[in-house]
């Protein structure tokens, strides 16, 4: 609440008459209202109105559910204190309402006794109020009034305990929720007889994914996802490891260097998704993947708004991981285009700069050459990895893998067999093949065996056949560019 308080005080310094605060939380800001009356109208009282009920408290005969009216009362006996309009963004359009403000203005600005508050989630300021409105973006509750309120509510459940070694964790999951969304996911996991940590930061995951799908362009990935399941790699896996205790508040707070973005082109199908997927999950902090298709569809409004809607949500839930997959199909057009693409991209940059410290974008690219060079210039980027071919020690490991995933024992595979035929394949061509065997096996109502693999992979070409140059011209230019993902090179 501290927060807030300090907010809105730093706008009233100004002695602005009408202020408008973008929040969906109408309750929490009259909250901090009362808790500033006393400071900035001593002996005052506040005052809130909605088109339902009109002015409350009334002091008037009239029917004040006209926004009109009700700005007319207030102006003809001007309270001492604040006057919280909840309703007054649906009525902008109205030029009565408009002018009705603008009287507002100029009457209480004269008298310093009232301010008059708009508080509304969403941003509507006609060109004519711009000079008179002063606008406060209001921040979502910080982590202290998060687990203030969880603490609130676990008193409910005696039952239900909270490691006082779990509750910073928790009040940073909690991030970009409002204070009566934690009160929704709170209820629904204390309530449950086998309440744990992990069902608690699941509940939480499964609140922002919602939070995600309302925005529309933001997909939700679910974690956890093993790490184990990646084949190879193992440089990227090192560097996630070592960063781990680094991608926290704790390290913000005391002034770490906290991992901004990592970017890993390559090869297709050599495992730059999962490691988006294995880092979030690694972290323990959700995973959203933003969709460009749908940023670019028109559908919600202008690629440049929605980009900047998506890249506010993302800001709201932090901590958090955003994957950008195939970055080089949204980012990649040449500067000296005047297009949506330059304009995002001019965007992004000064977004990745900027960024807050507890989101990390982690991108895709299958043709990096076609990133402009600023994108992958040191500050924005922590690592540019190149993710290859898997070696032979790798193809090994991603068979054994995809082995157990599919039910199968890999003591009774020939995996040496299998390796001869695999060369030079990717780790998503292996697990494909697999995949067809064991559908094979299931058929013939018997276990998964070599023969039902080795079928597969001498009837399927690999990318590394059909798209060679394409492969060969990637790893020249990353031969010297890029940080290898893997351990040892491909002896191919």
């Known amino acids: 609440m501290r927060l807030l308080v300090d907010q809105i005080r730093e706008a009233l310094r100004g002695r602005h008459p009408l202020l408008y605060l973008r929040t ?16 900035c109208f001593p002996g005052g009282s506040l005052t809130v109105w909605d088109c339902v009920n009109g002015l409350e408290p009334g002091g008037t005969a009239k029917d004040t559910r006209d ?3 009700a700005l007319e009362a207030v102006m003809a006996s001007p309270p001492q204190g604040f006057c919280v309009m909840k309703d007054l963004s649906d009525f902008m359009d109205d030029p009565r309402v408009v002018r009705a403000l603008r009287d507002a203005y100029h009457s209480f600005i004269k008298t310093g006794r009232t301010c008059v508050v708009l508080v509304s989630p969403v941003l509507v300021l006609p060109p004519t109020l711009e000079k008179e409105l002063c606008l406060v973006e209001v921040d979502m509750p910080a982590p202290e009034d998060l687990l203030q309120r969880v603490l609130q509510v676990q008193k409910q459940y005696p039952r239900a305990k909270l490691a006082p070694e779990f509750q910073p964790e928790l009040s940073m999951s909690l991030r970009g929720l409002t204070l009566n969304e934690v009160d929704h996911v709170m209820h629904r996991a204390l309530g449950r007889d086998d309440a744990s940590p992990r069902s608690l930061l699941e509940d939480i995951f499964a609140e922002k994914k919602v939070l ?29 490891a070592k960063r781990k205790s680094l991608f926290t508040q704790d390290a913000f707070k005391a002034g770490l260097p906290v991992p901004r973005g990592v970017l890993m082109m390559g090869v297709s199908g050599c495992g730059k998704s999962m490691m988006a997927k294995a880092i979030a999950s690694l972290w323990r ?18 690629p440049e708004a929605a980009f900047h809607r998506a890249l506010s949500t993302i800001e709201a ?23 949506d693409q330059s304009m995002m991209f001019s965007a992004f940059l000064t977004w990745m700069q900027e960024k807050p410290p507890l989101v990390f974008v982690a991108a895709t690219a299958n043709h990096i050459e076609k990133l402009p060079a600023e994108i992958i210039r040191k500050g924005r980027f922590d690592q540019v990895f190149f ?8 193809r090994r490991e991603i068979i054994q893998i995809h082995l157990g995933l599919n039910g199968a024992d ?13 060369q030079g394949w990717s780790g998503a061509e292996i697990e494909q093949a697999i995949i067809a065997a064991r559908i094979d096996a299931v058929q013939d109502k018997r276990r998964l065996a070599t023969d039902d693999i080795t079928r597969h992979t001498t009837s399927m070409v690999p990318l590394s056949k059909t798209m060679s140059e394409q492969i060969k011209a990637i790893r020249d230019w990353a031969f010297d560019r890029a940080t290898r993902a893997s351990r040892s090179k491909p002896n191919y």
Do not use: Q
Request: net charge negative; hydrophobic share 45%; with cysteine.
């Open 212 to 240: 995600a799908k309302k925005s529309g362009f933001l997909e939700y990935i679910a974690v956890p996802f093993d790490i184990a399941r990646v084949g190879g790699l193992e440089n990227v896996k090192d560097w996630a």
């Open 410 to 422: 890999p003591k009774e595979v020939n995996i040496d067999r299998i390796l001869v035929h695999t």
């Open 67 to 69: 926004p009109v009216r």
């Open 387 to 394: 993710c290859d071919l898997p070696t032979e020690d790798e």
């Open 317 to 339: 839930v932090a901590p958090a991981v955003l994957w950008i997959d195939e970055m080089e199909a949204a980012l990649g057009a040449p500067k000296d285009v005047a297009s």
């Open 285 to 302: 902090v959700p995973l959203f993947r933003l969709d460009m298709n749908l940023v670019f569809s028109g559908l919600f409004g202008t």
């Open 24 to 39: 969906p939380e109408e309750d929490r800001v009259v909250e901090a209202l009362r808790a500033l009356l006393p400071e």
